[in-house]
């Protein structure tokens, strides 16, 4: 496939649930642009946003989308058959035996994501060693693509039991059903690991978005052109729009993985290892803790379904600016997890009725009407009062403590999706730095901060547009996979055989996307547990990898066992083709005095202050600011509170400090 040369023109775009955001990166020309998504076609803002930065110019775009995502959660994916072993068509439907609402009297079951109607039953079996128990037979094979045919199904999710250990007779039936016209995803090439619940949930979760991913990156081809676009995968890294539309699993955390990226890479170019991210944007909020390096994991559930392909471990709360505030049947003030969206957007967007946290702060002075998207979209301040006013009234509050109501409960809702990914998980926030991102991150950073006793945030240079720029900076990246179950006693050099084949595959893919052999690099690990242990550690693979599972189940769990017999149970190799070199967390460093460029009336702390707005690309390097303060710029808003001070440090960073005063409310876990 003809695609664009490497040293054409680079854009990140990243569709989010409000706002559409870009960045163009020509040579050393970098430009930016957000406007309102298109819920009802992404693909239209895209096109959109790229037809204004380049005009009709040919360049590489990296995209992350929530197509593959929606499409799961509103239940509008394909019509997926399953084909199964015979004597396993309930396997979706049994699951595993732990329950999410363990003390609910009346617990509702997940809706069903293959209905038994459309589950086809194949007369084969194949053992845990992969040798054939019962063969499957060409009439059998005929019998089953005729049931799917039956079935109404549109794609086929196809896992035989142990397929992983000996793909033959799912190799056989799918190349069968391709034949015959179906689009199929086979487990043996989405997932190739034991435990057949959570392998049949991921190859059918496959099944159901890829079809309407697949349809989505045909309508950005058109108006690209073939070769020009690159998908954002869960993993922080890019493949293919080909490749993600055939395996769209893969895709359906890619957005928040690209905030990741953008926030590991500005802070470990900053010298920063430790850090809380929060990527705050108009729909959800998205955290997560990075400790040296990019947080990752292979257990994640989405719609009540596992998908276990790897993935950064981000942690989604449905608190954003266009979050709803709404009065419950008992009173109380709630606010999420329904979001207003780009249409009909919060009531100061001039479409909405119904307030929003965004609103919220347009009423207490933390927005600037005139000053939204760089004064491009203009916020409906009386609108806003008005719709206020009307919910206080409901509530029998008066409007100013409503909205700081609404303030205090999103952030509660927030500092509480913080505390997840390092309270609970035995790390101390006040170790960490917190990188606040999304276009409405700034405008709580300091407050979460304070709850949590963080002591110090970096703000970012193009926080508004962090996603796409880690989408730029994104590696090409593979993920392969095997369960082989072997002893622990196997010794490194049998290891080193059975990665063999996982390396020739990456080799061959790799180059398919049109990574070189100097570019490549292989990285390799095991999944290893103690014999009668159900779950695994995962190291790096090297002559002491027993040493090194000892280690870290120790750092884990408290304990270790060097005389327990280990079993390996499943290889991993993960190809990674470098990618961009530009520095898009580097701002540009000007002189000269921190000078306000005006002051407003807000409502901060249950009190009406002047509060003095900086422009920050007027801001210095070396500047200093003390709060209250509000910094502007064209993709978001900040807001520095009392006792904490900014500084702009050599990169273009503005770095916060809290001075002279403990936390509000100190959390030692």
Request: glycine share 12%; charged share 25%; net charge neutral.
């Amino acid at each position: 496939m003809k695609s664009v040369r490497p040293s054409a023109p680079l854009i990140g775009v990243d569709t989010g649930g409000t706002f559409t955001d870009l960045i163009l990166v020509e040579g050393t020309s970098v430009r930016t642009w957000k406007l309102p998504s298109t819920p009802d076609d992404p693909s239209r803002a895209v096109l959109e946003g790229v037809r204004h930065l380049l005009g009709d110019g040919k360049a590489l775009v990296f995209h992350g989308s929530t197509v593959a995502t929606n499409a799961l959660l509103e239940g509008k994916g394909a019509r997926v058959a399953l084909a199964v072993t015979e004597g396993f068509r309930d396997l979706l439907r049994i699951g595993r035996q732990n329950r999410p609402d363990l003390y609910a009297l009346h617990p509702r079951r997940r809706p069903p994501l293959v209905p038994a109607g459309r589950t086809v039953e194949v007369r084969e079996r194949m053992l845990a060693d992969g040798t054939v128990e019962v063969p499957l037979t060409d009439e059998e094979i005929a019998r089953a693509v005729a049931a799917v045919r039956e079935s109404g199904g549109d794609a086929v999710a196809l896992c035989l039991l142990h397929s992983y250990a000996n793909p033959d007779h799912e190799a056989r039936l799918l190349k069968a059903l391709e034949a015959a016209g179906f689009r199929v995803s086979a487990s043996h090439r989405i997932l190739p690991e034991y435990r057949e619940f959570e392998r049949a949930s991921t190859t059918a979760v496959n099944a159901a978005v890829s079809p309407v991913m697949e349809r989505y990156i045909s309508r950005l081809q058109r108006g690209l052109g073939a070769g020009h676009l690159k998908i954002m995968q869960s993993n922080g890294g890019s493949i293919l729009a080909e490749t993600a539309g055939r395996e769209a699993v893969r895709t359906i955390l890619s957005g928040p993985a690209g905030g990741m990226t953008g926030a590991f890479e500005t802070a470990r170019r900053s010298g920063l290892e430790r850090i809380i991210t929060f990527d705050m944007g108009g729909t959800s909020t998205d955290v997560g803790l990075c400790d040296g390096s990019l947080p990752a994991t292979s257990e994640t559930v989405i719609a009540g379904w596992p998908v276990k392909v790897p993935m950064i471990d981000i942690h989604t709360v449905g608190a954003g600016g266009g979050s709803i505030a709404r009065i419950d049947a008992g009173g109380a003030l709630r606010v999420g997890p329904e979001s207003a969206g780009a249409d009909p957007g919060p009531v100061c967007y001039g479409r909405g009725d119904r307030v929003t946290v965004t609103d919220a702060n347009l009423y207490l002075g933390r927005l600037l009407p005139g000053r939204f998207l760089g004064g491009r979209m203009k916020l409906h301040a009386g609108r806003s009062r008005k719709a206020i006013e009307a919910l206080a009234a409901e509530a029998g509050l008066t409007p100013r403590r409503l909205a700081e109501g609404i303030i205090e409960v999103a952030e509660s809702t927030m500092a509480g999706a913080l505390r997840v990914v390092s309270v609970q998980r035995g790390f101390d926030p006040r170790d960490f730095t917190l990188l606040p991102f999304g276009g409405a991150g700034g405008l709580h950073a300091c407050a979460l901060a304070e709850k949590l006793s963080i002591p110090r945030i970096l703000v970012p240079v193009h926080p508004g547009l962090l996603s796409a720029v880690g989408m730029v900076l994104s590696d090409s990246i593979r993920d392969y996979s095997l369960s082989v179950l072997r002893p622990g006693e196997t010794s490194p050099s049998e290891m080193e055989g059975l990665f063999d084949p996982l390396e020739a595959r990456a080799r061959r893919e790799m180059a398919a996307e049109g990574v070189t052999s100097e570019q490549l690099r292989l990285e390799r690990s095991i999944d290893l547990r103690y014999r009668g242990q159900s779950f695994e550690v995962n190291v790096p693979f090297s002559d002491d990898f027993r040493g090194d599972f000892h280690a870290a189940h120790e750092r884990l769990y408290g304990y270790r066992d060097d005389g327990r017999r280990m079993e390996i149970v499943t290889l991993r190799l993960r190809a990674v083709g470098r990618g961009s070199h530009a520095d898009l967390t580097h701002g540009i460093c000007i002189e000269g005095e921190v000078r306000s460029m005006e002051s407003v009336s807000m409502i901060l702390d249950g009190r009406p202050i002047e509060c003095p707005v900086f422009e920050r690309a007027q801001l210095p390097c070396g500047g200093e600011l003390e709060g209250p303060a509000l910094v502007v710029e064209e993709t978001a808003t900040h807001l520095i509170g009392e006792g904490w001070r900014g500084r702009v440090d050599a990169r273009g960073n503005l770095v916060l400090e809290r001075v002279g005063r403990e936390s509000k409310t100190a959390n030692r876990g």
